[in-house]
């Protein structure tokens, strides 16, 4: 397996933590692991610094304050960047992604693609404890953004994935605008406008059993306006390519 750092943002995840890492060790014994915690009350970053002393090739990161999903990863991005990994992987650290699905996203950057996602919406994909609700929301959204800014992943809202880090390394992450679901969206929409080559693998999507969702209207409007934006803005400034339906080569100036 190639260099890989795993990136897991945490705030008010020391229910959760210890499972995680446990897990994430035995699925990818060879992955490295920064977490990154926003301060968390509950004692998170103190949770994660006494399993990762046991399991080793675990560091912690604490920032001062609550500062974002999209700041949190682009703080790990950087890091693993700077250090010279050749993989890096994002996920949540609620179990509702399972660290057993990691190893089939590195194969898949392996075999040449630039960004894997674990999608809840390919053949195979499941979400088997969402209301109604939630999943006509998650549909809809992706579906919005998928048709507005031309982009051919069925579940761009993922936050299960893993890059290549030649090609991540090749974006201004410091022009990265989006903190929320948002995030994950435009993190695929400029990979997509770099030329890489975006799979998705299916994925069993299993909703918090400990502590709260992170899920708010704020940042549901957020992605829906910045998706807007960013369709709006590439139709602007390719009129003629858009009435064609052609994609642009382009990185997004967003």
Same mark, same amino acid.
């Given at each position: 397996?190639?260099?890989?750092?795993?990136?897991?943002?945490?705030?008010?995840?020391?229910?959760?933590?210890?499972?995680?890492?446990?897990?994430?060790?035995?699925?990818?014994? !060879?992955?490295?692991?920064?977490?990154?915690?926003?301060?968390?009350?509950? @004692?998170?970053?103190?949770?994660?610094?006494?399993?990762?002393?046991?399991?080793?090739?675990?560091?912690?990161?604490?920032?001062?304050?609550?500062?974002?999903? @999209?700041?949190?990863?682009?703080? @790990?991005?950087?890091?693993?960047?700077?250090?010279?990994?050749?993989?890096?992987?994002?996920?949540?650290?609620?179990?509702?992604h399972d660290p057993a699905a990691l190893p089939a996203l590195i194969a898949a950057i392996d075999q040449g693609a630039a960004l894997a996602i674990g999608s809840r919406y390919v053949p195979g994909g499941r979400i088997p404890n969402w209301s109604l609700y939630r999943r006509s929301l998650s549909r809809w959204g992706?579906?919005?953004?998928?048709?507005?800014?031309?982009?051919?992943?069925?579940?761009?809202?993922?936050?299960?994935?893993?890059?290549?880090?030649?090609?991540?390394?090749?974006?201004?992450?410091?022009?990265?605008?989006?903190?929320?679901?948002?995030?994950?969206?435009?993190?695929?929409?400029?990979?997509?406008?770099?030329? !890489?080559?975006?799979?998705?693998?299916?994925?069993?999507?299993?909703?918090?059993?400990? @502590?709260?969702?992170?899920?708010?209207?704020?940042?549901?409007?957020?992605?829906?306006?910045?998706?807007?934006?960013?369709?709006?803005?590439?139709?602007?400034?390719?009129?003629?390519?858009?009435?064609?339906?052609?994609?642009?080569?382009?990185?997004?100036?967003?």
């Amino acid at each position: 397996m190639r260099r890989t750092l795993v990136v897991l943002p945490t705030y008010l995840e020391a229910e959760n933590l210890e499972e995680v890492l446990r897990r994430l060790r035995a699925a990818v014994p !060879g992955a490295d692991v920064l977490v990154i915690d926003d301060s968390s009350p509950d @004692g998170t970053a103190e949770v994660a610094k006494a399993v990762g002393g046991e399991l080793g090739r675990v560091e912690v990161l604490v920032r001062p304050g609550k500062s974002g999903l @999209g700041s949190a990863y682009r703080s @790990g991005f950087r890091e693993g960047l700077a250090r010279g990994y050749e993989v890096l992987v994002e996920m949540d650290s609620d179990l509702s992604h399972d660290p057993a699905a990691l190893p089939a996203l590195i194969a898949a950057i392996d075999q040449g693609a630039a960004l894997a996602i674990g999608s809840r919406y390919v053949p195979g994909g499941r979400i088997p404890n969402w209301s109604l609700y939630r999943r006509s929301l998650s549909r809809w959204g992706n579906r919005y953004a998928a048709r507005l800014l031309r982009l051919d992943v069925a579940d761009a809202t993922s936050g299960f994935r893993a890059y290549d880090a030649s090609v991540l390394g090749q974006l201004d992450l410091d022009a990265v605008r989006a903190e929320g679901y948002g995030f994950q969206i435009e993190m695929a929409h400029r990979i997509s406008r770099l030329g !890489g080559r975006v799979v998705e693998l299916p994925i069993d999507f299993v909703e918090r059993t400990q @502590g709260s969702s992170k899920m708010s209207l704020p940042i549901v409007i957020e992605a829906f306006v910045l998706v807007t934006m960013w369709g709006a803005s590439e139709r602007l400034r390719r009129p003629g390519r858009a009435r064609r339906g052609r994609r642009p080569h382009a990185a997004p100036s967003v």
